[in-house]
């Protein structure tokens, strides 16, 4: 299947195909996650991992159950999640007397902890986030990565004496997106939500948006700003230095699976996968070409090149099977592996090596004398050539549009009022969605696209995955 | 509270103060990890995570969730858990048609899918682990890290062609047993359990033991030989090089946070924690000593050794709160920190610091330019230290019982004539539980402890957490 043909059949054949997914699993939108896919998966969360951690938040783990009394304490919340819920209902033979939740996300699991936790303004900040599972009963179709019912989820959680402080905390989580989304090469925007759409309990969101090949956004990640709507019912009170008690202002960042999903859809191609080096969990494959009779020694030394380089922090491996090298080849460019070396006699007879970029497909002749220094070298171009690629694909996507009954596969940004009934003509005769404002796009002497009001006011609106 | 007056309570205080867990999450036995904990505890599976990386094994990720049919396919299986599992039969606000359960270990969710990998002797071996959590439902006491009804796991699943290559199997388990018990500072036996206490659906079971210091034996790993128990019920086959079909050969092997509980239990004293190198959250702690008008130089200083250690791929940490040494001193010991380094103007001016260990309480003088690889020689000494003193204490507790009723704090080894019945009746006399038998360990010319029978065999009897 060729992606410009069915994006969408596409996406779903090279994700099980590569070994990135396997979707036999009995129950649906439960997927397996096989050695390449959980590689993959592991390498994107060490990345997360390293910004919070640079950044000196502290990772922990919250239980996975909730109990169902105290995930009802911030109404809007459970409002928003109730249908989405998995409840254990019986443990061994025995109803249970009070029913557990299976973690949607962790707000209801840490809060009244954190309202242990927290005594007085020097217990602040606290900035914690975790690495989990969580689950989400989707009652729409289901697809690998991007809507599943067990998600891989990094969630991170901080509390403030003050809203200034929590908005601070939210420009650093912007931070920590732009270097995640470096190591991903994903292009995105930062979105904020409308009043509608935000997360339940929010006082606002921030959505964390790409954009498909199909024109669909996709939010990748989501940024909110709590302030004390959950402190106040959770009561996770401190005491000031003047010694009033006073409720903790909070802030959520959300990440998952989804991040895996954008670079499967924006990056691959015809022949496969093309993975970001950063997250690729093979970054050189090393190839011996064996001629007749040397086979023995190309292959000893096509294993010592892989060993020479994963010696020096990079992920090498060398294939050693005994089939053709074009096999191995058409293998790996599938799976996406970012550069190919080509090792025979000739390479090994005159110190050259041959490396082949799944990017662009292009050959370069390099020294092995130089070989780390060139593969480090190859492995930042190709990252950048990838998000410039990316991001040029996002620009074509880009309109500006006035009649929305004719939007187009991509951002559609459109002049809006700020009302609601007239954000909801908006979607109705687009079919489409109200993703919300970027910080800073105005446009002026304009109107709104319904009502025709005056409005220096630009909304964003797209299909949704 | 002093370990030897009430161990107990001793473990169940030292685990909260010190911030490895937070027992006062709403649901019993179900814990929060507060930040050092889970420092530690990753540590501890990046420590298994590189053990079985580099023997080849894949890691991957399954659902967390069962479906009630595919649990049920091997009956001794259903028979060991069905009083333990915790039931999801609600979503949203429908009922399920299908009930789900948590897991409780993997082999029901894997199964299915190993049917569908392995289709000729091509794909074997299949070796694959995952690093989860688990969930059973314990009606009996519950303890941090040791009884847990959510528990860190790590599972190993393997698949063969052949018995013996599974016997091969288990013996590279326990290879890895051997390195990560080093990394621990733990000494374990190795003990093949009796037929009434094997893992459910096992051919047989080798329980990792390890001793604690109130003479309870407590098993933090199990490695379990299937045979094709489980590959027939799930259709496990693969076609042989001469076409025939055949199930496969399995075996399992669990570790969980229990690794946690043993160190602390083994390696804790009055003072509190005592953290092996291998898995302290932080090696090496370096405290400013300041005098009148140079602290802000002396903190600098401290600042500038711990990032220059880090640097070196140990993990140290300058503690630049503004609080006296003294109190920094008792913190962190009673976190456990392997080395402390105390930073003067003495010591900076004639450029060496004084290393205190935590175990021994010794003292050093190191030359600051030797720092890197006296520190690597401190760290090796005190985790060689703490695994002699470990080992001197277990020796302590073995004993040679002819009495059953007259059994002591430790191992109990007494001659068993293997009959079920004789075994039943030592447990009932004493009061403990037959562990099972070791490897080698006979002693000829005895008789059965119960019926007199001339036997060689030695059971190895405990009291179990």
Known sequence: MKKEEDFSEWYNEIVEETGLTDKRYPIKGMNVWPAYGWKTMLLIKTAIRREFDSRGHDEVYFPMLIPEDQFQKEKEHIKGFDAQVFWVTKAGSNDLDVNLLLRPTSETAMYPVFSLWIRSHADLPLRVYQIVNTFRYETKQTRAFIRVREMQFIEGHTCHATFEEAEAQIEEDLDIMRSVAADLCIPYRVIRRIEWDKFPGAYYTIGVDTMLPDGRALQIASIHQYRTNFSVPY??????????????????????????????????????????????????????????????????????????????????????????????????????????????????????????????????????????????????????????????????KEFDVHDPSAIKDGYNRMQWCGAEQCGRKIEELSGASLLGTVSGEKCSGGKCVICGTATDNVVYVAKTM
């Open 235 to 396: 009561e996770i009170f401190f005491e000031e230095t003047d010694g009033s008690r006073k409720p903790v202002h909070q802030t959520t960042y959300g990440m998952s699976e989804r991040m895996l999903g954008a670079v499967v859809a924006i990056h691959g191609d015809d022949k496969g996968l093309v993975m970001p080096p950063a997250i690729a969990p093979i970054q050189i494959l090393v190839v011996p070409i064996p001629a007749k009779g040397n086979a023995e020694s190309i292959y000893a030394e096509a294993r010592k090149m892989a060993k020479h380089i994963n010696s020096h922090g990079l992920r090498a491996h060398a294939d050693e099977r005994d089939i053709r090298p074009g096999n191995k080849f058409y293998y790996w460019e599938r799976k996406g592996v970012p550069i190919r070396l080509e090792l025979g006699k000739r390479e090994i007879d005159e110190g050259f090596v041959t490396a082949v970029r799944r990017d662009s497909g292009k050959k370069t002749r390099i020294s092995t004398s130089e070989l780390i220094r060139e593969l480090g070298i190859l492995l930042k171009d190709m990252a950048s050539s990838m998000l410039k690629r990316a991001e040029e694909e996002v620009k074509s």
